[in-house]
T-cell receptor
Framework: DTGVSQNPRHKITKRGQNVTFRCDPI?????LYWYRQTLGQGPEFLTY????????KSRLLSDRFSAERPKGSFSTLEIQRTEQGDSAMYLC??????????????FGPGTRLTVL | GDSVTQMEGPVTLSEEAFLTINCTYT??????LFWYVQYPGEGLQLLLK?????DKGSNKGFEATYRKETTSFHLEKGSVQVSDSAVYFC???????????FGQGTELSVKP
Protein backbone atom coordinates (compact mmCIF):
# COMPACT_ATOMS: atom_id res chain seq x y z
CA ASP A 1 0.00 0.00 0.00
CA THR A 2 1.81 3.07 -1.26
CA GLY A 3 -0.61 5.68 0.00
CA VAL A 4 -2.18 8.59 -1.86
CA SER A 5 0.19 10.40 -4.17
CA GLN A 6 -0.18 13.83 -5.75
CA ASN A 7 1.72 15.53 -8.53
CA PRO A 8 3.19 18.00 -8.79
CA ARG A 9 4.01 18.86 -5.21
CA HIS A 10 4.50 22.51 -6.03
CA LYS A 11 3.25 24.64 -8.89
CA ILE A 12 3.96 28.28 -9.55
CA THR A 13 2.02 29.90 -12.35
CA LYS A 14 1.09 33.31 -13.64
CA ARG A 15 -2.40 34.70 -13.35
CA GLY A 16 -4.55 33.64 -16.25
CA GLN A 17 -2.73 30.39 -16.96
CA ASN A 18 -4.33 26.95 -16.70
CA VAL A 19 -3.00 24.32 -14.30
CA THR A 20 -3.75 20.64 -13.82
CA PHE A 21 -3.05 18.49 -10.79
CA ARG A 22 -3.10 14.72 -10.54
CA CYS A 23 -4.06 12.45 -7.67
CA ASP A 24 -3.45 8.70 -7.47
CA PRO A 25 -5.53 7.17 -4.67
CA ILE A 26 -4.79 4.08 -2.66
CA UNK A 27 -5.28 1.09 -4.89
CA UNK A 28 -8.89 -0.16 -4.98
CA UNK A 29 -10.25 2.79 -3.02
CA UNK A 30 -13.50 3.65 -4.76
CA UNK A 31 -13.99 7.15 -3.32
CA LEU A 32 -11.73 10.08 -4.09
CA TYR A 33 -12.03 13.57 -2.62
CA TRP A 34 -10.53 16.97 -3.37
CA TYR A 35 -10.08 19.65 -0.72
CA ARG A 36 -8.47 23.08 -0.65
CA GLN A 37 -6.55 24.42 2.32
CA THR A 38 -5.40 28.00 2.79
CA LEU A 39 -2.92 29.14 5.40
CA GLY A 40 -4.23 28.90 8.93
CA GLN A 41 -7.48 27.23 7.91
CA GLY A 42 -8.83 23.72 7.83
CA PRO A 43 -9.32 21.92 4.52
CA GLU A 44 -12.49 22.85 2.62
CA PHE A 45 -14.32 20.28 0.55
CA LEU A 46 -14.35 20.78 -3.22
CA THR A 47 -15.70 17.62 -4.81
CA TYR A 48 -15.72 13.84 -4.62
CA UNK A 49 -16.08 10.79 -6.83
CA UNK A 50 -17.33 7.30 -6.35
CA UNK A 51 -15.55 5.29 -9.00
CA UNK A 52 -15.83 7.51 -12.08
CA UNK A 53 -19.01 9.31 -11.03
CA UNK A 54 -18.73 12.80 -9.57
CA UNK A 55 -21.26 12.71 -6.73
CA UNK A 56 -21.00 16.16 -5.18
CA LYS A 57 -19.48 19.54 -5.92
CA SER A 58 -19.07 22.41 -3.50
CA ARG A 59 -20.21 25.92 -4.27
CA LEU A 60 -16.50 26.75 -3.91
CA LEU A 61 -15.93 24.93 -7.17
CA SER A 62 -16.51 27.71 -9.67
CA ASP A 63 -16.88 27.05 -13.38
CA ARG A 64 -13.13 27.59 -13.78
CA PHE A 65 -12.55 24.36 -11.86
CA SER A 66 -13.14 20.94 -13.33
CA ALA A 67 -12.34 17.52 -11.96
CA GLU A 68 -12.38 14.15 -13.62
CA ARG A 69 -11.81 10.55 -12.72
CA PRO A 70 -12.23 8.90 -16.11
CA LYS A 71 -11.46 5.28 -15.27
CA GLY A 72 -12.27 5.31 -11.60
CA SER A 73 -8.60 5.29 -10.63
CA PHE A 74 -6.54 8.50 -10.75
CA SER A 75 -8.18 11.93 -10.82
CA THR A 76 -7.24 15.31 -12.25
CA LEU A 77 -8.23 18.76 -11.05
CA GLU A 78 -7.90 21.55 -13.58
CA ILE A 79 -8.10 25.25 -12.86
CA GLN A 80 -8.57 27.49 -15.85
CA ARG A 81 -7.65 31.17 -15.97
CA THR A 82 -6.03 31.06 -12.55
CA GLU A 83 -6.46 33.96 -10.14
CA GLN A 84 -4.34 34.96 -7.17
CA GLY A 85 -7.14 33.83 -4.88
CA ASP A 86 -6.62 30.28 -6.14
CA SER A 87 -3.28 30.11 -4.32
CA ALA A 88 -3.67 27.32 -1.78
CA MET A 89 -2.75 23.75 -0.96
CA TYR A 90 -4.91 21.29 -2.91
CA LEU A 91 -5.39 18.03 -1.07
CA CYS A 92 -6.60 14.71 -2.35
CA UNK A 93 -7.94 11.89 -0.20
CA UNK A 94 -9.36 8.44 -0.81
CA UNK A 95 -11.51 5.96 1.06
CA UNK A 96 -13.10 2.58 0.51
CA UNK A 97 -16.86 2.53 0.79
CA UNK A 98 -17.94 -1.00 1.52
CA UNK A 99 -14.82 -1.83 3.49
CA UNK A 100 -14.65 -2.32 7.25
CA UNK A 101 -13.64 1.32 7.59
CA UNK A 102 -15.63 3.32 5.04
CA UNK A 103 -15.34 6.63 6.88
CA UNK A 104 -11.59 7.03 7.11
CA UNK A 105 -10.10 9.22 4.41
CA UNK A 106 -6.40 8.90 3.66
CA PHE A 107 -4.78 12.11 2.51
CA GLY A 108 -2.00 12.75 0.05
CA PRO A 109 0.80 15.27 0.65
CA GLY A 110 -0.96 17.97 -1.36
CA THR A 111 -0.07 20.23 -4.27
CA ARG A 112 0.84 23.76 -3.29
CA LEU A 113 -0.28 26.26 -5.93
CA THR A 114 1.12 29.78 -6.07
CA VAL A 115 -0.45 32.18 -8.56
CA LEU A 116 1.67 35.24 -9.25
CA GLY B 1 -25.29 23.92 7.70
CA ASP B 2 -23.01 21.50 9.43
CA SER B 3 -19.92 22.98 11.04
CA VAL B 4 -17.05 22.34 13.42
CA THR B 5 -15.62 24.82 15.90
CA GLN B 6 -12.26 24.36 17.59
CA MET B 7 -10.53 26.35 20.28
CA GLU B 8 -8.17 28.88 18.82
CA GLY B 9 -4.45 28.43 18.97
CA PRO B 10 -1.64 28.52 19.21
CA VAL B 11 -1.47 26.44 22.36
CA THR B 12 1.93 26.34 24.04
CA LEU B 13 2.63 23.73 26.72
CA SER B 14 5.61 22.38 28.58
CA GLU B 15 6.55 18.76 28.13
CA GLU B 16 4.48 16.38 30.29
CA ALA B 17 1.65 18.89 30.67
CA PHE B 18 -2.00 17.90 30.22
CA LEU B 19 -3.59 18.79 26.91
CA THR B 20 -7.18 19.58 26.04
CA ILE B 21 -8.28 20.91 22.67
CA ASN B 22 -11.97 21.67 22.55
CA CYS B 23 -14.13 20.79 19.59
CA THR B 24 -17.86 21.22 19.12
CA TYR B 25 -19.92 20.36 16.08
CA THR B 26 -23.31 20.97 14.56
CA UNK B 27 -24.56 18.19 12.36
CA UNK B 28 -27.78 16.51 11.45
CA UNK B 29 -28.15 12.80 11.69
CA UNK B 30 -25.47 10.57 13.15
CA UNK B 31 -22.08 11.69 11.89
CA UNK B 32 -18.72 10.20 12.69
CA LEU B 33 -16.15 12.43 14.38
CA PHE B 34 -12.44 12.60 13.69
CA TRP B 35 -9.22 14.17 14.83
CA TYR B 36 -6.57 14.59 12.16
CA VAL B 37 -3.02 15.78 12.81
CA GLN B 38 -0.63 17.61 10.52
CA TYR B 39 3.02 17.48 11.57
CA PRO B 40 5.35 20.15 10.18
CA GLY B 41 6.03 19.50 6.51
CA GLU B 42 3.77 16.46 6.36
CA GLY B 43 0.27 15.62 5.15
CA LEU B 44 -2.88 15.11 7.19
CA GLN B 45 -2.99 11.89 9.18
CA LEU B 46 -5.92 10.38 11.00
CA LEU B 47 -5.23 10.44 14.74
CA LEU B 48 -8.45 8.91 16.05
CA LYS B 49 -12.14 8.62 15.33
CA UNK B 50 -15.50 7.73 16.90
CA UNK B 51 -18.54 6.60 14.98
CA UNK B 52 -21.37 6.81 17.51
CA UNK B 53 -22.39 8.53 20.72
CA UNK B 54 -20.34 7.63 23.82
CA ASP B 55 -17.63 5.97 21.71
CA LYS B 56 -14.09 6.81 22.76
CA GLY B 57 -11.39 7.03 20.13
CA SER B 58 -7.79 6.64 21.23
CA ASN B 59 -4.34 6.54 19.67
CA LYS B 60 -0.78 7.42 20.72
CA GLY B 61 -1.97 8.45 24.19
CA PHE B 62 -4.62 10.81 22.79
CA GLU B 63 -8.31 10.27 23.57
CA ALA B 64 -11.61 11.85 22.59
CA THR B 65 -15.17 10.87 23.53
CA TYR B 66 -18.20 11.43 21.26
CA ARG B 67 -20.64 13.40 23.41
CA LYS B 68 -23.93 13.79 21.62
CA GLU B 69 -25.61 15.63 24.49
CA THR B 70 -23.01 18.42 24.36
CA THR B 71 -22.16 17.96 20.66
CA SER B 72 -18.49 17.81 21.58
CA PHE B 73 -15.42 15.74 20.78
CA HIS B 74 -12.63 17.23 22.88
CA LEU B 75 -9.10 15.91 22.38
CA GLU B 76 -7.06 15.07 25.49
CA LYS B 77 -3.64 13.74 26.35
CA GLY B 78 -2.32 13.27 29.83
CA SER B 79 1.34 14.04 29.16
CA VAL B 80 2.43 15.76 25.96
CA GLN B 81 5.82 15.37 24.33
CA VAL B 82 7.83 17.70 22.13
CA SER B 83 7.08 15.35 19.25
CA ASP B 84 3.34 16.13 19.62
CA SER B 85 3.94 19.63 18.26
CA ALA B 86 1.64 19.86 15.24
CA VAL B 87 -1.65 21.29 14.01
CA TYR B 88 -4.72 19.33 15.10
CA PHE B 89 -7.98 19.36 13.14
CA CYS B 90 -11.37 18.22 14.35
CA UNK B 91 -13.75 17.01 11.62
CA UNK B 92 -17.14 15.47 11.02
CA UNK B 93 -18.96 13.94 8.09
CA UNK B 94 -22.56 14.05 6.97
CA UNK B 95 -22.85 10.38 6.40
CA UNK B 96 -20.84 7.23 5.93
CA UNK B 97 -18.11 7.80 3.41
CA UNK B 98 -19.16 11.38 2.77
CA UNK B 99 -17.20 14.62 2.68
CA UNK B 100 -15.41 15.85 5.77
CA UNK B 101 -16.08 19.21 7.38
CA PHE B 102 -13.05 20.49 9.25
CA GLY B 103 -12.51 22.97 12.03
CA GLN B 104 -9.94 25.70 11.51
CA GLY B 105 -7.19 23.78 13.27
CA THR B 106 -5.34 24.29 16.55
CA GLU B 107 -1.58 24.64 16.54
CA LEU B 108 0.14 22.94 19.46
CA SER B 109 3.68 23.75 20.45
CA VAL B 110 5.32 21.69 23.20
CA LYS B 111 8.48 23.09 24.79
CA PRO B 112 11.09 20.89 26.50
Amino acid sequence: DTGVSQNPRHKITKRGQNVTFRCDPISEHNRLYWYRQTLGQGPEFLTYFQNEAQLEKSRLLSDRFSAERPKGSFSTLEIQRTEQGDSAMYLCASSSLGSRDPDTQYFGPGTRLTVL
Amino acid sequence: GDSVTQMEGPVTLSEEAFLTINCTYTATGYPSLFWYVQYPGEGLQLLLKATKADDKGSNKGFEATYRKETTSFHLEKGSVQVSDSAVYFCATNYNQGGKLIFGQGTELSVKP
